[in-house]
């Protein structure tokens, strides 16, 4: 994943003429994500037969994932922090589906137990 912010670091020019120009026209918006969320699914997919990615992370949700690290963090002084980042969603794709709050295997649901001396 460094390897796409060393990527995206130098890009960063294109990145910003290709954001202004998605902005104003919407099919060539449409049409860039959908190669996107293609190329997303082709690597999701190589994972999900290689046992490391789960299948119920969509690709549309990993791409917005990725488009949201880097316009918070996607400059080179932010470097340590994108890689936090990108940590979080790797570690949320290849996470057991039994994570959310409440269900079986899960953590408790917030507030249902509360800490020691907790109010």
């Given at each position: 994943?460094?390897?796409?912010?060393?990527?995206?670091?130098?890009?960063?020019?294109?990145?910003?003429?290709?954001?202004?120009?998605?902005?104003?026209?919407?099919?060539?918006?449409?049409?860039?994500?959908?190669q996107?969320?293609?190329?997303?699914?082709?690597?999701?997919?190589?994972?999900?037969?290689?046992?490391?990615i789960?299948?119920?992370?969509?690709?549309p949700?990993?791409?917005?994932?990725?488009?949201?690290?880097?316009l918070?963090?996607?400059?080179?002084?932010?470097?340590?922090?994108?890689?936090?980042?990108?940590?979080?969603?790797?570690d949320?794709?290849?996470?057991?589906?039994?994570?959310?709050?409440?269900?079986?295997?899960?953590?408790?649901?917030?507030?249902?137990?509360?800490?020691?001396?907790?109010?």
């Amino acid at each position: 994943m460094s390897q796409v912010l060393d990527y995206l670091d130098t890009k960063q020019g294109m990145a910003e003429s290709l954001q202004s120009l998605l902005r104003s026209d919407a099919e060539l918006s449409s049409r860039t994500r959908e190669q996107l969320t293609a190329a997303v699914e082709t690597l999701r997919l190589a994972g999900i037969a290689q046992g490391v990615i789960r299948e119920t992370v969509p690709a549309p949700d990993i791409l917005m994932a990725l488009a949201g690290i880097t316009l918070v963090a996607g400059s080179r002084p932010q470097r340590e922090q994108a890689e936090r980042l990108l940590d979080l969603l790797m570690d949320g794709v290849t996470r057991p589906d039994r994570w959310r709050a409440g269900e079986p295997g899960g953590p408790p649901i917030f507030g249902s137990n509360p800490l020691p001396g907790a109010r």
